[in-house]
């Protein structure tokens, strides 16, 4: 009676954990974002498990009916399409309500985008803020007004055909020499991560048709220099 919360791969399969496949293989059924893409996944590691769909349509409709099964015996673990369930993808409820009604909720570490992204970008990864998707439309200029004080490294998701907008918004409110790096395609062959200014990375990527899941790493304001103090002889 519990449930795992299972990261899969976010492009390059051997990034898949032995622990994840052990546990995959020893539960009675598997939550998946996509029962293709993960079917597909269990296909290519042998392993053959019922496959139920859970996804952020049906999230609230699914909950209880899971926690149900979970209460009755059965162990389950939960996937997504690409990375950590909950992670900017459905599972927060589900786990929410696992803990309200007294089930086990067990995490294994593994693939999240926006840890090589950061990693990978040079900025300051001491501090930082995951902010995810920003609103498509209401509320993204409060966001944007709210984060530009924000002295730590932000880190956003961004579907290809936004970025170039996303870029030039950020330019707007943060200012176009701030430092930005875009991820394009993580641990995959065509893996990309352009650096450089806001102005210097949207003048890369305008020309492009871009495809490929996208992370944007976004350095904090620059902290101000504290003037020093005068003494006098």
Do not use: W
């Amino acid at each position: 009676m519990k449930l795992y919360i299972v990261p899969t791969p976010i492009g390059n399969l051997e990034d898949i954990t032995l622990r994840a496949i052990n546990v995959l293989k020893s539960v009675d059924a598997v939550l998946a974002e996509d029962t293709r893409t993960s079917g597909s996944l269990l296909k290519h590691l042998g392993i053959s498990k019922p496959l139920h769909s859970y996804h952020i349509h049906n999230e609230h409709q699914t909950v209880t009916r899971v926690v149900e099964r979970i209460l009755k015996g059965e162990t389950m673990a939960l996937v997504s399409d690409a990375g950590t369930p909950a992670i900017s993808d459905p599972g927060f409820l589900l786990v929410r309500e696992c803990i309200r009604q007294g089930v086990e909720v067990e995490c294994l570490p593994g693939p999240t985008a926006f840890v090589p992204a950061l990693v990978n970008s040079g900025l300051p990864c001491d501090r930082f803020t995951f902010e995810g998707f920003l609103p498509h439309k209401k509320g993204r200029q409060t966001r944007l007004q709210n984060l530009a004080e924000e002295e730590r490294t932000m880190i956003f998701y961004e579907s290809p055909h936004r970025l170039v907008k996303a870029l030039q918004q950020f330019a707007e409110f943060f200012g176009a020499e701030r430092q930005v790096c875009v991820s394009r395609e993580l641990t995959k062959i065509y893996e990309e991560n352009v650096k450089g200014t806001l102005q210097e990375v949207i003048d890369y990527f305008s020309p492009k048709t871009i495809k490929g899941e996208i992370v944007i790493v976004l350095a904090g304001k620059p902290e101000e220099k504290k003037k020093s103090d005068k003494y006098e002889d």
